[in-house]
């Protein structure tokens, strides 16, 4: 600062060698200067405002303790994490990161618990607070919660500023979405929210471990809208586990420790020439996929044992050599997995359990079609395979079911050639007879 400036008003720092406390200055300049005889804020003054805004910028933004989930606190490689969840998550760190310097557009965040949504979501709002922007983070059911605490009479704030305040924020980062109990009131609040803002196209995060088929169809459809939104699914594991992955009790893979593209039998001696080579083609295309698995694969096959689930099993086999988490279910067992989680006693939620199974790196569904097809099981399903279809997560389906057998909202994106491979498996069961031709496998 130039020490020829002199003094003028008040509020500033009593000890300012410039103002002297009155918080204004009158620069000694010539007197064709624009700024002659025109008195300005000092620079102490100027900081005490400064800090004054970043004070208000983290009362506004909600953050409370957060305030801590910074961009510099988290760990891009994670705790232990397998290589394809490492690269996972360090590809949506440095997505966020950059959001964080120019929020355009809205990102949705995917993932389990304690994978690392809130932090890295709570580290754009600190950034940008951090940077003299407003951002507000609030937590769903908080939000709802303090809509309904503005129609009591003792409330300091009206519901219409509330809601205001909440629809056109600078930037807007709802937390755990989906976890709230969803009446007709609340969906219609969400609505108005996430229509408001996607027409204003409003900056916007939004974090969730709900597949968002729950949600009113209105909102789903802005959430799930390309143009303006970039969904992120996260693999990571829990963080406050360290890390830690262990063997999921839902997988039964360790039953087929010995189903692997070595010992897989082609059967070449024994069937007739054209299923020979159906098989022999399946047992590729198994192969292949093990080598770069993307997308998903469908075995059908009206017969059983037939060879469906030994080459799904040694594709999660192979997966699970290379250090990444699989995890195997039959359909069947599933489901009674998540109905145990019910019972008073269960030490599991259903909304955990169902989302292990939605964000499995890679999961390998058994003997679809042999379930009990009730409502509540075709839902779980169609949830389940949507989730992975639109997260785009390598999946591996056997059936003895044909394609038109199955439930048509299935069946859609089963019949999606740019995603999903169906192969029709055409030999009969095995019946035991001595083995001549084995599979040739890569080890």
Request: proline share 5%; glycine share 6%; net charge negative.
């Amino acid at each position: 600062m130039d020490p020829n400036l002199l003094k003028g008003a008040h509020g500033g720092d009593e000890d300012c060698e410039f103002c002297s406390g009155t918080g204004f200055m009158i620069p000694n300049v010539p007197t064709d200067d624009p700024r002659f005889g025109k008195a300005v804020t000092c620079v102490c003054r100027q900081a005490n405002i400064e800090a004054t805004k970043g004070d208000r910028l983290v009362l506004y933004s909600q953050l409370g303790l957060l305030t801590e989930l910074t961009f510099d606190k988290f760990m891009p490689d994670g705790l232990g994490l397998k290589p394809r969840e490492q690269r996972n998550l360090t590809l949506a760190y440095n997505f966020v990161k950059e959001f964080a310097e120019n929020p355009n557009g809205w990102i949705v965040l995917y993932g389990g618990y304690g994978c690392g949504k809130t932090h890295l979501a709570a580290a754009v709002a600190n950034h940008r607070i951090a940077q003299g922007h407003p951002a507000l983070f609030i937590n769903t059911p908080d939000l709802l919660d303090h809509l309904r605490a503005t129609y009591s009479p003792n409330s300091s704030q009206s519901y219409d500023q509330r809601f205001e305040e909440v629809r056109n924020a600078p930037l807007l980062i709802l937390d755990d979405l989906g976890s709230q109990n969803n009446t007709d009131w609340v969906q219609e609040k969400l609505y108005q929210i996430f229509n408001h803002r996607y027409n204003a196209k409003l900056p916007t995060i939004i974090t969730t471990n709900e597949d968002t088929d729950s949600l009113d169809m209105r909102i789903r459809s802005r959430i799930e809208d390309v143009s303006i939104a970039r969904k992120i699914v996260i693999l990571a594991p829990d963080f406050r586990r360290g890390g830690a992955e262990d063997q999921s009790e839902l997988s039964t893979l360790d039953l087929h420790d010995d189903k692997t593209f070595a010992s897989f039998d082609l059967r070449d001696q024994e069937l007739p020439r054209a299923q020979s080579d159906n098989l022999q083609r399946a047992f590729e295309t198994a192969a292949g996929f093990a080598q770069n698995p993307n997308g998903w694969l469908v075995y059908s096959g009206t017969d059983y044992a037939n060879g469906k689930t030994h080459l799904a099993a040694a594709i999660a086999n192979d997966f699970a050599r290379e250090g990444d988490a699989a995890l195997f279910v039959v359909v069947p067992d599933l489901l009674d997995h998540l109905r145990a989680t019910f019972d008073p006693k269960s030490n599991v939620s259903l909304d955990k359990r169902f989302n292990e199974v939605k964000t499995a790196p890679l999961l390998v569904l058994d003997d679809l079609g042999t379930e009990s097809a009730t409502s509540w099981a075709k839902e779980k399903l169609y949830q389940l395979i949507n989730y992975r279809y639109n997260a785009k997560l390598p999946t591996v389906i056997t059936t003895s079911l044909s394609i038109e057998e199955l439930d048509g909202r299935i069946r859609s994106r089963l019949l999606d050639q740019s995603r999903c491979t169906f192969f029709l498996i055409e030999a009969p069961s095995y019946r035991g007879k001595p083995r001549k031709g084995r599979g040739r496998g890569r080890r």
